[in-house]
């Protein structure tokens, strides 16, 4: 699936006069909103076999509420209407959903693509044959190790066992370009080639994305957030790998190193971009599952329309945005102050630094809050199979070690049966897994 038949998308019908003058920039007309999200994640389900330490949306449990099999076909039926070209389908692992496939049929019969991320759980040979005749499909396989001892410690015992079968499968039935997900982490930047080398032995391309202090990922983000000169080696290799390489905008902040990397370099929250949960209620952000961000709910009158070009919140999102204390720095026009959910969950503020701020700024910030004790937003909900939640302060201990052309791994005598409960991870939400400016053409 591609995205060259993208319909044409237009500021929002709402905007002022101004807004809808000709843009100097292309990234002008995203800035101040579109009448239809280019990219929309949905969470089928909070449900999973699994339970990732960094989980975005903290899954595991299902939630009783969540949208019927109706309820999901009627909100395809309104992006149908609505043109959104197609959506990222997410969890939880969405798989589990006994409907899931009747909803997939469904979405791709109605001319909205679907993009579905998987721990790979159920993608047996049968299954990747039939998903490998749908030509509106396109899919994710999460993987945050090269080597099951670096991948297992964040995603659960045998998780890289089933997702490389899930991947052979694939490449069996003749399932071409699938996607290799993997969450970059201080654990495995230094495994890139090898991802890179898993992805083309499997027929795949490679997707990184960003760690984000999201859910389950808050607690473990001290810890497993890459270290400044990680993020130079992983700026570095992204650049040497132009064009092999998707990112969705996971990356715009590491632009500041220089060279901006491919993409809408733009927090598109609200703009471009948007989540709807598994019971319906739809965030400004896939990465900010948290009240401060919540717009509406597709259950209300107007559906998810009405939520989309009237909410109060995103009309206030798509107002030109001041860039506070980052607007004097020189690097300011490439990295836009950073991700708007890692500095929500960190404690910075909107229009502050972006935490892992390549030059410096978000460090020294999250020094001065750190010192101020200043208590952190937490997710909206956990949905978690355990009970007891990850522990900011440090409750999560990693030992890392380096062996030669491994990059960091962990050492496995600090695996705690406190902190990791066998068999149990969860997928972190996805995010749009191509270059979200790929096939647009303004009207």
Known sequence: MTLLDAPARTPSTDAPAFRTAEPQKLVDLFEYGLDAPICLTWELTYACNLSCVHCLSSSGRRDPRELTTEEAKAVIDELERMQVFYVNIGGGEPTVRSDFFEIVDYATAHHVGVKFSTNGVKITPDVAARL?????????????????????????????????????????????????????????????????????????????????????????????????????ELYDWLVAHEGEILTGDSFFHLSAYGKALPGLNLCGAGRVVCLIDPVGDVYACPFAIHEEFLAGNVRNDGGFQEVWRHSELFTRLRQPQSGGACSSCQFFDSCKGGCMAAKFFTGLPLDGPDP????????????????????????????????????????????????????????????????????????????????????????
């Open 132 to 232: 490998a005749k749908n030509d509106y499909l396109d899919i994710q396989i999460s993987l945050d190790g090269a080597t099951a001892e670096v991948n297992d410690y964040v995603r659960g015992p045998g998780s890289y066992d089933t997702a490389i079968t899930a991947m052979r499968n694939l490449r069996d039935a003749g399932f071409k370009n699938f996607k290799l997900s993997v969450v970059c982490t201080s654990q495995n930047i230094g495994q890139l080639d090898d991802f890179k080398a898993i992805a083309d032995e499997y027929g795949a391309q490679l997707r990184l994305t960003r760690l984000r202090p999201s859910g389950r990922g808050a607690d473990v983000w001290d810890e497993l957030h890459p270290r400044p000169e990680q993020q130079r």
């Open 356 to 443: 892992e701020c390549v030059q410096g700024f978000g460090e020294t910030a999250l020094t001065k809050l750190k010192e101020g004790k200043a208590e952190l937003p937490k997710a909206s909900g956990d949905h978690s199979h355990r009970t007891e939640r990850y522990s900011r302060s440090g409750k999560v201990e990693l030992t890392l070690t380096r062996r030669e052309g491994l990059g960091p791994v962990l050492s496995s005598t600090v695996l705690s049966s406190t902190v990791l409960k066998p068999g149990i991870t969860a997928p972190p939400v996805s995010d749009c897994a191509e270059d979200p400016l790929a096939g647009f053409q303004p009207a």
